[in-house]
């Protein structure tokens, strides 16, 4: 039987596993990553299973991290460099951005930079300041970064092994709400290509899209619409940068309507840029402008407010009833 | 500001500022390398210096002629660099600033893949991994980042098993180049953290040429820079820069040591950049002529020559390397004219390793583009 049930957490570090087996030249990086397994436990025994060569307890610097990285895959290894939380990323922002994304033109394509930067992000857990952020437009407009962020367990497992194998640098966004959530595994076949957008759900009537944890907001709108009449496709972006724009707007092409749901802050955001392009691509047959529900363009409120801060399904659905009064 | 190059008592230095040959206290445990360097590699590196100060101001010329977007000039800098390339092994890696014009030439980058990255034809221009390079790698010019870079190359090596063998033939290191301006950047700082912590092969030469700019370096700190290395742990020396024999053995020291598994070195060339930061840049504005005259008696070429003379030095030997550079110079001058244009479609090529379809899609339509005018034209 090839098929298991884990939790998305346990599936990040079955597919890390399986990436280290395969290459000796894979190695994991981080704060806190070996003996404790990781904050969120997602790189839990491996350290125990490889050693403290491949698994590395780096010092308290997230810019030495990605940089020493660089330097790592100048000398033919494959890095996975974990930051330890999504508000945690700047000080290495540099490194990620002026270097790491612009290495490989610079050297002509004569050597490659396959890091990997894994970051747990977004909101739903009740953390503390920095804690809790959607960063992903930083990345997805850098030239030179691919971004990915899976949904689901069965992404988790194989799209980290996809990332830990793909030649260019990886921003791989976890989204951190969903590390507990139980789904089958197929440990024998990868359901899609790395950089593919996914129809996790048919309808007829508005297009809903997302990435990460708003992929289930989106699928709990969806359920709730239907009880009222309403019928919403429902499409899993996975990939940020490439977009994969063809199941999107095939689906909008079909519905007419198309709503994108986020926890980022709207305004120049990856719904922004994916709703200009379906409206380029998909302009006649629009039956109303293609929406945003977003986060508020405020710094991320302390823990109490997120209820109020994130796009829930109620906030999904009033946009997919504006969409319809077009 | 000036008088630590003269007074600092921790100064290694064998040739005095003319050149007889000196040694100060600290340069004592160095001399039997100093002793041990032939009489054929003093000349190349006497040939070394004068060659790229010959190249040095052909590129400044070029980019006041409109050749380049920009020079950062190398004079007054060439010992500090010829000394610390010419004591790299072979498998060592070098991982440059922006202005180790000769440290690249020496490893065997051809000095017009420079004048290629500074004319805007390429961000890179060399390939590292070609063994016709020696192991240089490209430029950086966010300063610092290169640290970091080198840092993790050498825990690479440390992990492959590449160093530390006992087998000084076959051991590696790495070497990187940055700044007293720098040495502020925290990625200094941090690599200089991670590379204790994995104990690195590896070099941190910090060229201290006194000046950021137009910021001084006593605006980046207030203690001599090469005291911060004891604060992670690392042996840290101070060289007379502009003394090519001092850099040279301070440097293999430290190379051979790291090398062999000893941990990660930092050396601080004292030494002064006798031009503009880059040719964007006007010294006049905030340094005097007295600290320009006072390096100017330190000159690391003139300070050889008094040297080498000393030792009996024909004539015809200078006049053989000043033609030599001078033809070295005519040469790069001749093929920077040479030079072509880009085709814009190369600005796609190389972003991605695999295809990237919103690149592949915008090349397209650049060319589709581009190809209108011409149907136009028709």
Known sequence: ?326 | MTDEADHDPALVRVLAADGTFDPSPEAERYLPMIEAITDAELETFYRDMVTVRAFDRQATNLQRQGQLALWPPSFGQEAAQVGSARAARPQDHLFPSYREHVVCTIRGVDPIDIIRLMRGLTHGGWDPTDPKNGNAHIYTLVLGSQTLHATGYGMGMVLDGRTGTGDPERDEAVIVYYGDGASSQGDVHEAMVFANSYNTPQVFFLQNNHWAISVPVSTQSRVPLVRRAAGYGMPSVRVDGNDVLASYAVSRLALDEARSGQGPRAIEALTYRMGAHTTSDDPTKYRTSDEEAFWAQRDPIARMRRYLEGRGAAGAFFDDVDAAAAAYADDVRVRTNELGGLDPAGMFAHVYTDPHPLVEQQRQWLADYEASFEEGRA
Not at chain 1, 131 to 149: D, I, M, N, W
């Open chain 1, 1 to 326: 039987m090839s098929v298991d049930t884990m939790p998305f957490s346990r599936a990040l570090n079955a597919g890390m596993r399986r990436a280290m087996q395969s290459d000796d030249h894979v190695l994991m990086m981080g704060e806190d990553i070996g003996r404790l397994g990781g904050v969120f436990r997602v790189t839990e025994g491996l350290q125990a299973e490889f050693g403290d060569r491949r698994v590395l307890d780096t010092p308290l610097a997230e810019s030495g991290i990605v940089g020493t990285a660089i330097g790592l895959a100048m000398a033919g290894f494959r890095p996975v460099c974990e930051i330890q939380f999504d508000g945690f990323v700047f000080p290495a922002f540099d490194q990620i951005t002026t270097q790491l994304a612009k290495l490989t033109n610079r050297h002509e394509g004569r050597m490659p930079f396959p890091v990997v930067i894994r970051i747990p992000y977004g909101g739903h857990i009740g953390a503390v300041e920095h804690h809790q952020e959607s960063p992903e437009a930083y990345f997805t407009h850098t030239a030179g970064l691919r971004v990915v962020s899976p949904s689901t367990p069965n992404d988790a497992y194989w799209m980290i092994q996809d990332a830990i194998a793909s030649p260019d640098p990886i921003v791989f966004l976890e989204p951190k709400s969903r590390y507990w959530a139980k789904g089958e595994v197929d440990l024998a076949a990868r359901a899609l290509p790395l950089h593919a957008s996914r129809v996790v759900r048919r309808g007829t009537d508005v297009t809903l899209v997302g990435h990460g944890a708003m992929v289930t907001v989106l699928l709990q709108a969806a359920a709730l619409a239907e009880s009222e009449g309403i019928s919403c496709e429902v499409v899993d972006v996975r990939s940020l940068s490439p977009v994969d724009y063809g199941p999107i707007v095939d689906s909008v092409r079909r519905t007419g309507r198309m709503v994108y749901g986020q926890e980022a802050p709207g305004f120049t955001s990856l719904g922004s840029e994916i709703a200009a392009t379906v409206t380029e691509q998909a302009f006649f047959s629009l039956e109303a402008p293609v929406l945003r529900v977003s986060g508020f363009d405020v710094p991320f409120p302390a823990a109490k407010l997120e209820g109020a801060y994130l796009p829930d399904a109620d906030r999904i659905l009033e946009a997919v009833d504006r969409a319809l009064a077009y």
